[in-house]
């Protein structure tokens, strides 16, 4: 390797964690159980960015609706899932829409 080479292999390689460290963090997928007429967790706080995967392990359909967001994950029937990501921080109440006594919170940070 002559100098030159090396030089720009040692300035290459000192550049590298400086840009690794400029790369947003990988989005996550959290996961909401919806079994025994509740959403468990009942509250779940996630990242910007991060997904909430809501699985219905009842024998009835639910929906996770966000009548303030406009956001919903539709009809679950048994064993369905419905998936939504949230870019906004902040807290994001919701219920199903099959039965409004079933409430949960997604909160968002930043």
């Known amino acids: 390797m002559t100098d030159i080479s ?7 390689a000192a550049a590298v964690p400086a840009a690794l460290a400029a790369l947003p963090a990988a989005a ?20 910007a960015g991060d997904t909430v995967r ?12 966000f009548q303030a967001a ?4 539709g009809r679950l029937s048994r064993g369905g899932t419905g998936e939504l990501t949230f870019a906004q921080p902040g807290t994001y109440d919701y219920v199903c829409a099959i039965h409004p006594s079933m409430r ?5 940070t930043g």
């Not at 949960?104 to 968002?108: F, L, S, T």
Request: charged share 10%.
């Open 104 to 108: 949960g919170r997604v909160v968002v």
């Open 54 to 65: 809501w699985t219905n392990q009842d024998g009835a359909p639910h929906t996770a609706t």
């Open 6 to 12: 090396r030089r720009s292999f040692l300035i290459t």
């Open 70 to 73: 406009g956001m919903d994950t």
């Open 28 to 47: 996550a997928t959290q996961d909401v159980t919806i079994q025994g007429m509740a959403f468990a967790p009942q509250t779940i706080t996630i990242a």
